[in-house]
């Protein structure tokens, strides 16, 4: 009889081969990065949490001063809280008696307006009033673009919302101009995609603002109503929107830098047609409640939630690699992986006249930040993300997980443990040898359990978190430092087990695990 390996270890054998026969040259992966849960905690008394704030007080007020930056303003979110905030340098640079700058005053978030045009985008969808596979053209029906290849298969929505569509970068009219809709997009139907959709990423803020202004076509009004109605409303953005008429007092005055080398006050700037790509007036305040919304994934839609929770999630994934294969571009989140605490950063930068600002996120420990400064110009920012990377990936996140780790959640011992301790065995005669062991761990706190499939594959799982009275979930134990999360994403880790009771209820007659039934055939427990 052919004898049956675990599906992890029949996975990993065929890639193994696959490999050697391919005589492909593969960098180790190291181990699959586990992070801590968060969890509820009180920041403001956290040691940790305050000493990296501390810190990062210091190496912004460095690059405030080394840099001779006019004004910089930041806010730092753990789930729900802003749990630090801060302004250096003045609301208006060119006047000595102006106020401190304060996270309170608005900014121009320029492209960071692009997540809440795809934000409307999905409320949409949620709302059956549009469809994500809808062809731009069925809200625009002028809309048109020369193929360099030919396809029967229109240009969607989510392909704008996610710089996949191939359009150009820039809107087709001088940037001098107030051109109209039809304008545009006549000027676009003597134009060639830059290359396929779904090729490869390329930014474009055209793709975004035609997002905008199609989806607008079923709002009964104008795109810039719809988000100042629907959107900033439920996330309390009240110093946020579209108007420098309504806000224009609540402003930090921008510096640029003329050709001669002169340093003016930025003017403001109406994009007009362009808005949904760059428009947004936002205080930093405001965007701490942003980024909140952004790790509430468990919630229904309400007076505070525009979109489901679930929604929340597919609005932040990844949607296409860049060629390196170091990051993607999402929805239209970007996505860098920080190497220091091996975790996705996901944000979104934005820069008009005057202003760069920029919005970074870790949805997994619900941790983010944002930043503007009041310059177009950063002379000391190597990143390029005006100072969030480096206060996330060297400061924050690395204090974030010191400060969860001795909050983590035990697995709790059922109170009828005994009932599932002991011996399993397959039922199917394919598997004569195939064992499931259901046991205590050493401190007698949680369930283990191991399992064997004809002496080949070998496995130790903990019992976990239990989701009702037979159900539990396994993760996985012994090997992890030598599984990249590819593999271990692709084997046995985080999988329900299902313990079927006698008639009593008393006692487990058999566990359904990965879809195969063991029969129980002993209640031992040594240990027990």
């Not at 820039?170 to 997009?185: A, H």
């Not at 919304?293 to 690699?321: M, N, Y």
């Not at 006249?353 to 009041?374: C, D, H, N, Y």
Request: aromatic letters at 10%.
């Amino acid at each position: 009889m052919m004898k049956m390996k675990s599906p992890l270890v029949l996975f990993l054998s065929c890639v193994a081969l696959f490999l050697v026969f391919a005589n492909v040259a593969v960098d180790v992966v190291g181990e699959c990065p586990r992070y801590p849960q968060p969890m509820p905690f009180n920041v403001s008394s956290s040691a940790i949490m305050q000493k990296a704030f501390l810190q990062l007080d210091k190496y912004l007020s460095g690059v405030v001063t080394n840099g001779s930056l006019p004004g910089l303003m930041v806010t730092v979110v753990y789930d729900q809280e802003t749990v630090w905030r801060k302004g250096y340098g003045l609301v208006n640079p060119f006047d000595k008696s102006s106020s401190t700058l304060s996270p309170s005053n608005v900014v121009k978030i320029a492209s960071i307006t692009k997540t809440f045009t795809s934000l409307m985008t999905y409320q949409l969808r949620d709302n059956g009033k549009v469809s994500l596979d809808d062809p731009v053209s069925k809200y625009l029906p002028l809309f048109s673009v020369k193929e360099t290849e030919p396809t029967s298969r229109p240009i969607t929505l989510h392909q704008l919302a996610s710089h996949t569509s191939g359009l150009p970068r820039e809107v087709p009219c001088d940037w001098f101009l107030s051109c109209t809709e039809d304008q545009i997009l006549r000027n676009l139907s003597t134009m060639y995609v830059i290359h396929p959709p779904n090729t490869r990423p390329h930014y474009s803020n055209l793709g975004i603002a035609l997002l905008g202004r199609a989806t607008e076509k079923v709002t009964g009004g104008t795109y810039e109503n719809y988000v100042e109605t629907n959107i900033l409303p439920a996330l309390g953005m009240k110093m946020s929107g579209y108007n420098y008429t309504i806000l224009g007092n609540y402003m930090a005055v921008g510096v640029t830098e003329l050709a001669n080398g002169t340093t003016v006050p930025a003017p403001p700037e109406t994009l007009g047609w362009e808005a949904p790509a760059g428009g947004l007036l936002a205080s930093a305040d405001d965007m701490a409640k942003y980024i909140s919304f952004t790790f509430r994934f468990a919630e229904k839609p309400g007076p505070s939630q525009p979109i489901d929770g679930h929604t929340v999630l597919e609005w932040l994934s990844p949607a296409i690699l860049t060629r390196d294969g170091l990051a993607a571009f999402g929805n239209p989140w970007e996505y860098s992986y920080d190497q220091n605490n091996t975790i996705y950063i996901r944000s979104k930068a934005g820069e008009l006249t005057g202003f760069r600002s920029q919005v970074a996120i870790v949805p997994e420990i619900k941790l983010g930040i944002f930043i503007s400064v009041t310059t177009d110009s950063l002379p000391n920012d190597p990143s390029s993300t005006a100072y969030t990377f480096p206060a996330m990936s060297s400061i924050l996140i690395p204090a974030l997980f010191d400060a969860l780790e001795p909050l983590q959640p035990q697995n709790p011992l059922p109170p009828n443990w005994k009932a599932f301790i002991g011996l399993y065995k397959l039922s199917a005669t394919v598997f004569n040898s195939g064992e499931f062991q259901v046991y205590l761990a050493k401190d007698s706190s949680y369930l283990m359990a191991s399992y064997v499939f004809e002496n080949e594959g070998f496995s130790h799982v903990n019992i976990t978190k239990q989701i009702d009275p037979t159900t539990f979930l396994i993760n996985l134990v012994d090997g992890l430092e030598d599984l990249s999360c590819r593999w271990l994403d692709d084997g046995e880790d985080q999988e329900f087990i299902y313990f079927r009771m006698n008639s009593v209820g008393d006692s487990a007659d058999a566990v359904v695990v990965m879809g195969q039934v063991y029969s129980s055939v002993s209640k031992d427990c040594p240990d027990c």
